[in-house]
Structures are given as structure tokens and as C-alpha cells.
């Protein structure tokens, strides 16, 4: 079993920036790809980005496409979100999770865990 915690939300104005993490542990996710979601009140989880096991493939989402960054240090087990020039549209939970493959993965229901969530909230 792997067992996801995400950290480094908060509040912040807009234009600013948060470092999301995502550690794991139970297992190495050395061989996962590990996806970041989000889901704003109201609205249906949405897929941020992804990244590969080795890192060699990623995918973001339109709407933060040059603003976010996903990476990961497999030796600590963890995979970062960094997200820059954020704005009140990005205000949501923000969930990682993990899945055994070497490809990377856009939808939720590809994704065998999940973390809890953290919330990020975004002031105008």
C-alpha cells in the first residue's frame, strides 16, 4: 500500500506563489507515476499535471500551463507542484495520486491512490 500526504497549501494574494508537496510512503513511487488534481467548491476534481516515474514525460493542464511545474525527487519519495502567478481560479484542494506505470496519466479514475488534500486559497 502507498500512502500519499500532500503539503504546502495555504493562503496566498494573487500573483504569488506556493510549493505543493506530495510524500509517500509505504513503498518507493520510484516506479509511479504521480498525478496532482484539484477540485474548487461546487466543481468536479480536475486533472493539474503529471509526471512520468523517471520524469522524462509530463502533462499540465491548459489553465496552468507555464504557471506550474511538476517535479519529483525520488530519493525522498516526494513530487512537487510549484505554482507561480497563481490567481483566485486556482483556489481548490489540491490532491496528488499515484499509480505503478512508467507512462503518465490525465484522468483520475487511472489512479489507484490518493492523498487527502490540501487546500489553496487565492486573494484577489
Known amino acids: 500500500q502507498v500512502q500519499l500526504v500532500e503539503s504546502g497549501g495555504g493562503l496566498v494574494q494573487a500573483g504569488g506563489s506556493l510549493k505543493l508537496s506530495c510524500s509517500a510512503s509505504?513503498?518507493?513511487?520510484?516506479?509511479?507515476?504521480v498525478g496532482w488534481f484539484r477540485q474548487a467548491p461546487g466543481k468536479e476534481r480536475a486533472f493539474v499535471a503529471t509526471?512520468?516515474?523517471?520524469?522524462?514525460?509530463?502533462a499540465y493542464a491548459d489553465s496552468v500551463k507555464g504557471r506550474f511545474t511538476i517535479s519529483r525527487d525520488n530519493a525522498k519519495n516526494t513530487v512537487y507542484l510549484q505554482a507561480n502567478s497563481l490567481s483566485p481560479e486556482d483556489t481548490a484542494v489540491y490532491y496528488c495520486?499515484?499509480?505503478?506505470?512508467?507512462?503518465?496519466?490525465?484522468?483520475?479514475?487511472?489512479?489507484?491512490?490518493w492523498g487527502q488534500g490540501t487546500q489553496v486559497t487565492v486573494s484577489s
Open positions: 509526471i512520468s516515474a523517471s520524469s522524462t514525460m509530463t
Open positions: 495520486s499515484a499509480k505503478r506505470s512508467f507512462v503518465r496519466y490525465t484522468r483520475a479514475n487511472e489512479y489507484t491512490y
Open positions: 509505504g513503498r518507493s513511487v520510484s516506479d509511479f507515476a
